[in-house]
């Protein structure tokens, strides 16, 4: 092989290695530009129940607030009452938390499902409110010390949540779920939700 040739394949060799390296460099900006774009739409849902007691009210509300940086459409919802089988009712739920001495609240509710909560705004689905008096007072205290403590096992709130990118995941009141657990769909909430009972659930 002439010297010719050799320079040939050489340069044929370096071309092929070029494209390759280009092809990946591509392929690596193109990954790294989704991970920004999924970065700038990712919703962070919390669940929370919230209880207040001041000199006129006292009462017990649960809230969703969309703490990441991107629109949360809220697809379905899930709540898990003990000793109770399907999913109930906010209306249930309030019950099951407040001791039945209350009497009936003054509530305010609203729709979850197919709700979109932008960044940083919440959604309270209901809020449930009696006058303060000693008894509603200490009621309040010693019902949420019996949930704390574990001698009341508490009901607990799932959702599933997309961002526009229709990605999804699930968050929960769960204690021990730190952040939401991302799931292909919210299609199965109920059976999503029974296995995160199962992982984190104390």
């Not at 109930?88 to 609240?105: C, K, R, T």
């Not at 932008?118 to 949930?147: C, H, M, Y």
Request: aromatic share 8%.
């Amino acid at each position: 092989m002439g010297n010719g040739n050799k320079a040939e394949m050489l340069i044929a060799i370096c071309a092929v290695i070029t494209s390759v390296v280009a092809l990946f460099i591509g392929w690596d900006q193109a990954r790294l530009m989704r991970l920004q774009q999924r970065a700038d739409v990712w919703p962070i849902l919390q669940i929370t129940h919230q209880t207040d007691i001041n000199s006129d009210m006292v009462s017990y509300a649960v809230e969703f607030r969309n703490a990441g940086v991107g629109p949360a459409l809220i697809e379905a919802h899930y709540i898990l009452i003990p000793g109770r089988r399907g999913s109930a009712s906010f209306g249930e739920l309030v019950d099951y938390s407040i001791p039945e001495s209350f009497g009936a609240p003054f509530l305010a509710t609203a729709s979850i499902d197919g709700r979109v909560i932008r960044q940083g705004d919440f959604l309270l689905p209901i809020s449930a409110n009696w006058p303060a008096t000693e008894e509603t007072t200490a009621g309040l205290q010693e019902r949420v010390k019996q949930f704390v403590s574990g001698e009341l096992e508490p009901a607990v709130v799932f959702s599933c949540f997309c961002s526009i990118l229709e990605e999804c995941w699930i968050s929960s009141t769960l204690q021990h779920q730190s952040r939401p657990q991302p799931v292909k769909s919210c299609s199965a909430l109920e059976r999503d939700a029974k296995d995160l009972l199962a992982e984190y659930g104390s």
